[in-house]
């Protein structure tokens, strides 16, 4: 078993100083996260020949060049006048830890579970002074015997995973030395398209009701449940083409049905699953998705802030664990989440935003699709794409969460990596699912190999 040694914690500075009186605002979207964190832990091959603590110095490098084009990252929280969070741009700089294990990244990930993957990925939360606290931490741990893993966390109030991503590919750009593909871009959310200001517009109350529902019946945190664990599970292509034909249903020759997508048969498939294992013999459990909407809203991929937005999945009416039934009700939702209805949700927000936010994302079931981040895109090492990738998006409380995004190449373009957060006694359970043992995913993380 591969020992970690933490060698030290130290703070990392941009290499060029910021233009003083400079300080940045959050969202609506950004308040409503602000009780939750992300880890993200990235598994790569040693780079060449080198000594213990080369491939540190070279990433700590790297990142202090990155760190100029972030500002927003290396400053500091304080109030505004309304009491609400902003950042002060003061080059305060990024907290980095520096660690050791034994073995080689290759021994670890035979053996990793959630517990021993989020000691890869240092985490603090505030406590009294924000203005001396970090609101993003990276740790670098190299293996002795070969390979790295490279874990962020941040608050989740600054960016959302599709922005960590982004930030982990602009570090692995500078340490290969080329240009940032998708420098951030700091903005607020784009207003309401004139086009669609009109005086008779009935708002999209499903998704405002369902945010409201939300907040006003959020769990507090004291009140979290710390018995979830995680398993990740890797679907090749071949696999989730199958998923796909299984949910398709039969349409008539004049009316062909839409194909479903990678992530809506993924998450059809888990949804049934999940409902079975808890014990749910009609309906399914309350379930919420959560996409990114930078398309939708006309940003640029660079936008760098809070840009997910969830949206409830109606199960009145569905046949009993009827999985064709279930992905196409998911492709509903997803079709209303639009320019409008999406406009319509900020604008809400805005008029009801307060001091306190609650612990949101905690009332269903959550399934979020991380597509959009493409994980495997990001090339610390020069010519290949990590080993492996996790992300935790904390805390996890209520009936779980199911976190999809893209697999490695080699398991073709429509290769998909599930990351299932539930109860411990539910995660055996639903390995041993009949639909779950009928594809027969690979399982990278989480319970015994031979369960799937």
Sequence with gaps: MAEITYICKRTVVSTKPTQPGKYHSFSVLDHLMEKNHIRIVYYCKSWGEKEAGEITVSLRESISEMLTHFP?????LIRNEKGNWMIK?????????????????????KIVD???????VYWEDMIHKPYFWSTF???ITEFEEG?????????????????ATMFLKAWADKTLGQKMVSPPFFHPLPPRRPINKTSNHKPYADLINHYKFSIENSIPLLDANHTHTTITLSFSDHMVQACMDMVQPTSAPNKPNRPSSPFEALAGLLWICISKVKGLRNGLVNMSLCLDQRKVLGLDKGFFGNCMVCNKVHSNGLEEHNLSQATKVIGEALEKM????????????????????PLMNNCDLICASLETAEPYSVDFVGGFEPIRVSYYVEPTIGIGQVLIFRAPSYDGPLGRVVMVTLPKDEIVKLCED?????LSPRILMGVARNHA
């Design 147 to 163: 390979g790295v893993a490279i874990g962020l966390s941040c608050f989740h109030l600054l960016a959302d995973p599709i922005c």
């Design 434 to 438: 009949e639909l779950i043992l009928h």
């Design 114 to 120: 959630r517990e021993k993957e989020l000691k890869l």
């Design 72 to 76: 927003k990252v290396t400053g500091r």
């Design 137 to 139: 931490y990276v740790q």
């Design 89 to 109: 741009c003061n080059d305060a700089g990024v907290r980095m830890v520096e660690a050791r294990a034994k073995g080689s990244v290759e021994d670890w990930l």
């Design 338 to 357: 639009d320019n409008e209805g999406i406009m319509d949700l900020i604008e809400w927000l805005k008029h009801n935003d307060s001091y306190s936010h």
